[in-house]
């Protein structure tokens, strides 16, 4: 109803004004100059309405933003031009009865006007308060926020099972050395053979730092790990200092083991290992999401790890017994938290950046992000990336949180429920469930990519949870595969060599052959000159393989 009542206030406006103007270009004397003024006059309003018209047409049609005010707006421009032609026929034509003046000339211009101005403080008035009420329901978005991030928020633990202070005193140590080289080291120690653990600047490094070594077993063999954030306020400017602090805390640990190994301290190494896997489910602690990735990338260095240590020597049985792989660390349960965490922020600050202007720290963030000017590949390419495309303009700003960010919240809203419910399949449908999830995550990000306005939901419906998903099954079936290798060095320490079949392996080391999760399938086996290795057989879409290989003889 509002709207509707916005409407009539918008066309009384705009053609009162019009005859305002009108009124005054009837006393100009000469005819010509008259006609000339009043085409002059028309142009702005025809060319405004054109392009208001087209620009959410092209939306609602090419792109199916249904929540467009097409319609709306077409009436409207519709009625301006069946509005002006009367006016301009009535009043610029000539007066017969006043020779050569027009009729416009004997309109009461005061009177005109101060109807227009009166229509103009209604229009305005109206659009005003209902502005407000958009801004009560922010208010609302953003309690609702504060509360779904606080209820998957971590709780403080107790500061003598807080591991967050030892992690931190002991990178803040490893990063003061300055013989450190920390950025070479973090870049070749995820690559298996590129980084050489007898280095003797990295020996070095390390021997000064064994109490710092220490120290990060300290902190993983604590229960929790707490970082402070102001999760009641989730915003997308939340620094994560700490992911790279666990990340080098993990490339520490890793090179640290290997070097440890290759000079037969196996204790120590699975000590560093023991400390690795505590770090992947210390980074999981957090609800964002990419903290999940971060887990999952850690995970992966550590069995990465494990791999490479069971290879420098051939162990013994008893050696053998000081390595465990954890199976409390289940990474495909944070999607759904992470997931309410997303939707928190989409409903707190991501709302919060496009309805009023951007605070300095955060336009900074995503000031490059924006285009300074047209692409070359036109126009339509432009719309279709995800950028806020609402300049921070006074004037426009109200417009839009009235006809626009209801429905695109809205909008945003039903796919988060949509995945929450796919997730929840998920976690009951057990085997297939990954590909049954991605399906449906593939289906509702076509549908969301149809019906979105280009505004907000392309800046936060970058959720890519089927690629996500899919770093987080694969973790979980690289924690399959650590323990096919690990049962594979202790057959191979009974019986002298690896075993030709992976189920030679069950009963006696593995209950079951595993299954890679991205396809219900067995995990593969291949034997080559290069070692053994086992492997999954599911793309995640990732680029690179996920196996892990054991070596006949240390490299």
């Known amino acids: ?70 319609y709306y707006v077409s009436t409207l ?7 002006i032609v009367p006016v301009g026929w009535k009043g610029i034509r000539l007066d017969r009865e006043h020779g050569r003046s027009s009729a416009a000339a004997n309109w009461p211009l005061g009177k005109l006007a101060a109807a227009a101005a009166v229509a103009v403080v209604f229009q305005s008035t109206t659009l005003m308060l209902m502005d407000l009420a958009v801004h009560e329901r922010i208010g609302r978005w953003k309690t609702e926020a504060a509360a779904m991030a606080l209820s998957v928020a971590p709780q403080r633990p107790a500061e003598t099972e807080n591991a967050a202070p030892l992690y931190l005193r002991a990178i803040h140590n490893l990063r003061q050395d300055p013989s450190a080289k920390l950025d070479s080291w973090l870049g070749l120690a995820p690559e298996p053979g590129k980084l050489d653990v007898k280095d003797p600047v990295l020996r070095a490094f390390l021997e000064r730092h064994e109490s710092d070594i220490s120290l990060l077993r300290e902190a993983a063999a604590r229960p929790r790990c707490y970082f402070e954030h102001e999760f009641g306020r989730p915003r997308p400017d939340i620094l994560l200092p700490e992911s790279q602090d666990l990340r080098l805390a993990a490339v520490m640990l890793s090179i640290h083991a290997r070097m440890r ?16 896997f ?59 938290r992470s997931m309410q965490f997303e939707e928190a922020m989409t409903l707190g600050s991501w709302i919060e950046m496009r309805v009023d202007p951007l605070p300095g720290e955060v336009n900074e963030v995503f000031a490059s992000q924006v285009p300074r000017a047209m692409p070359r ?7 279709q990336r995800p950028y806020p495309l609402v300049p921070q303009k006074p004037l426009l700003l109200p417009l839009y949180r009235v006809f626009l960010l209801p429905h695109e919240v809205l909008l945003v809203r039903q796919g988060f429920a949509k995945l929450r419910v796919a997730s929840a399949q998920l976690a009951a449908e ?40 899919a770093e987080l099954f694969a973790a979980n079936g690289e924690t399959d595969l650590a ?10 320490a009974k019986h002298g060599k690896y075993p030709q079949r992976l ?51 240390g490299d």
Not at 77 to 83: D, E, T
Not at 261 to 276: C, E
Not at 377 to 383: N, V
Request: net charge neutral; hydrophobic share 50%; with cysteine.
């Open 1 to 70: 109803m509002e709207k509707m009542l916005l409407w009539f206030e918008i066309l009384a406006a705009v053609l009162l004004v019009h005859a305002t103007l009108t009124a005054c270009i009837a006393r100009f004397a000469v005819p010509e100059f008259r006609m000339l003024l009043y085409v002059f006059l028309c142009l702005p309003g025809i060319f405004g309405f054109g392009v208001l018209t087209a620009f959410v047409g092209y939306w609602r049609f090419a792109f199916g933003a249904q929540h467009f005010p097409f």
């Open 430 to 469: 057990g085997a297939g469930g990954y590909r049954r999830f991605r399906e449906a995550v593939a289906a509702i990000d076509a549908e969301v990519g149809t019906r979105r306005a280009g505004l907000l939901p392309p800046l936060v419906w970058e959720i890519s949870w089927g690629n996500d998903l």
């Open 278 to 336: 505590a770090c992947s489910r210390h980074a999981a602690e957090e609800p964002f999401r990419i903290s999940a990735l971060i887990a999952a990338g850690l995970h992966r260095l550590t069995t990465q790890t494990l791999a490479d240590v069971l290879s420098t020597n051939k162990l013994t049985e008893q050696q053998l017994s000081a390595f465990a792989v954890p199976s409390d660390l289940v990474l495909t349960r944070l999607a759904r």
């Open 261 to 276: 190994a290759a000079d037969n301290d196996l204790a120590a190494a699975s000590k560093d290992i023991a400390a690795m």
């Open 377 to 383: 590949d036109g126009f339509k390419e432009m719309l």
């Open 503 to 553: 189920d030679q392996l069950v009963p006696a080391y593995l209950p079951a052959v595993p299954l890679d999760p991205l396809t219900d399938k067995p995990l593969g086996l291949r034997i080559s000159g290069s070692g053994w290795t086992v492997f999954m057989q599911g793309d995640t879409g990732a680029g690179r393989p996920r196996e892990l290989t054991l070596h006949e003889r």
């Open 77 to 83: 421009a519709a009625l301006y031009l069946l509005g």
């Open 483 to 492: 323990r096919v290798v690990l049962a594979a060095a202790r057959f191979r």
